[in-house]
């Protein structure tokens, strides 16, 4: 029976529900970690920027409780399932999941989830942190989809049975507010649409075995303007400029947050463990600010006035490689990931005095580490980013910033 939700737990926590008949599980992990940047003060996607004085910090990377409770009819169908998740740290508690499901058990192919859960956009964003071999998610994903969550509704199709090949398919599809946790309430009406169809994890004999997954994902969102004024890349006189739009008509219009991904996984099997590769390509028009091409959280002010959007066009993928050695206990891994916020410039077209900032440099990242499983309940990981920003004419970044980073973490688990 597919069970699994958008945070990779609610399968393990239906098993667990079913295997011991009883309706609450709680779980949780703590991931306590120390690293070294290759420069003080350096800006990180790995855990949050460093503080001006410092090149290695001990951290408590995330630490979540989780509570799960799932209503069971005569027949043992599942009718309504809920979770809330909390995320606590030293720098303060926050909500991480916190929504309910209900099935419908005459076809079993409809459930609906409403509340505040992760996107169905992708592989690696609904991937749980407790999982994931790497320590953190690509550049493309934290700035896409920061902190994964949004409130909103989803419907999800799937069959609860797996034995014909359309019972393998799943499609998700759910409307929410758009700007997801990193604000604290919705600060337009426009609501953003978000699907996954995928093929669940299925067995390929003339593969000698290996498991293979696929989906592809689609994002139709955007921001209402409250300013007159945007930018976006244009052409002008032979070169790309960010040009300035400041007609009063631009009022209330949309600027598009619309991205289009494809990801797909497979999995050989081995005497002793695994062989997998991962992969994902998403591309689109994703609105953000001047200084940033993350999403705001909270529409964008300066002064008191609300400050112009900013649209451009990029793309970006991630490549996994995973390998065990020998036991399950013993796994390397190398990851390579690009995102590029802004396709249609690179390079020396890069300059201050076209409007353009540091929000539109390429990002390469080259990641190689390795997890040992000590048990269910303890796993050590080790790893190092190796991260180049593409050489421009902006001030700062006419060559490669120094932000090397190695991650030493310990993951506790019940």
């Given at each position: 029976m597919d069970l699994v939700d958008t945070t990779n737990q609610m399968g393990k926590g239906m098993l667990s529900i079913y295997e011991r008949y009883n309706r609450v599980r709680i779980s949780g992990y703590i991931q306590p970690q120390f690293q070294v940047i290759s420069k003080k003060g350096a800006e990180t996607f790995a855990g949050g920027n460093f503080s001006p004085a410092s090149n290695n910090r001990f951290m408590l990377r995330r630490g979540r409780l989780r509570v799960d409770y799932a209503h069971l009819n005569k027949h043992n169908d599942p009718t309504s399932y809920f979770v809330f998740q909390f995320d606590g740290t030293e720098r303060g508690v926050a909500i991480r999941d916190f929504w309910g499901r209900f099935y419908e058990n005459k076809f079993r192919l409809f459930a609906l989830t409403t509340g505040m859960f992760a996107r169905p956009f992708g592989y690696e964003v609904n991937l749980s942190s407790a999982n994931r071999e790497s320590p953190e998610r690509g550049?493309?994903?934290?700035?896409?989809?920061?902190?994964?969550?949004?409130?909103?509704?989803?419907?999800?199709?799937?069959?609860?049975?797996?034995?014909?090949?359309?019972?393998?398919?799943?499609?998700?599809?759910?409307?929410?507010?758009?700007?997801?946790?990193?604000?604290?309430?919705?600060?337009?009406?426009h609501k953003d649409v978000v699907s996954r169809l995928s093929m669940k994890p299925s067995k390929i004999r003339a593969l000698g075995g290996a498991t293979v997954s696929v989906a592809v994902s689609q994002y139709l969102g955007g921001i209402t303007h409250q300013s007159p004024v945007f930018y976006s890349t244009q052409n002008k006189g032979n070169e790309f400029v960010m040009l300035r739009d400041s007609s009063t008509n631009n009022?209330?219009?949309?600027?598009?947050?619309?991205?289009?991904?494809?990801?797909?996984?497979?999995?050989?099997?081995?005497?002793?463990?695994?062989?997998?590769?991962?992969?994902e390509y998403v591309r689109g028009r994703q609105t953000g600010t001047f200084a940033s091409s993350e999403t705001p959280g909270v529409y964008p002010v300066t002064n008191g006035a609300k400050s112009?959007?900013?649209?451009?066009?990029?793309?970006?993928?991630?490549?996994?490689?995973?390998?065990?050695?020998?036991?399950?206990?013993?796994?390397?891994?190398?990851?390579?990931?690009?995102?590029?916020?802004?396709?249609?410039?690179?390079?020396?077209?890069?300059r201050n005095s076209e409007g353009f900032s540091s929000a539109d440099l390429r990002y390469d990242t080259f990641g190689m580490g390795y997890v040992y499983i000590a048990n269910e309940s303890l796993k050590f990981t080790f790893y190092y980013d190796i991260v180049r920003n593409e050489k421009s004419a902006l001030a700062g970044f006419e060559t490669d910033v120094s932000d090397d980073v190695f991650t030493c973490r310990v993951q506790y688990n019940f």
């Open positions: 550049r493309m994903s934290q700035l896409l989809m920061k902190t994964e969550r949004d409130i909103g509704a989803m419907l999800t199709v799937t069959s609860r049975q797996s034995d014909l090949w359309w019972q393998k398919v799943k499609f998700d599809v759910g409307v929410f507010n758009g700007q997801g946790m990193a604000g604290p309430v919705d600060y337009d009406s009022l209330g219009k949309k600027s598009p947050r619309n991205y289009s991904g494809a990801d797909f996984q497979i999995s050989f099997p081995n005497r002793k463990g695994e062989t997998e590769f991962r992969a112009p959007l900013y649209t451009r066009n990029f793309d970006g993928a991630y490549f996994y490689f995973l390998q065990n050695l020998g036991s399950i206990e013993h796994q390397i891994l190398f990851k390579y990931d690009w995102y590029d916020p802004n396709t249609r410039v690179a390079g020396q077209q890069l």
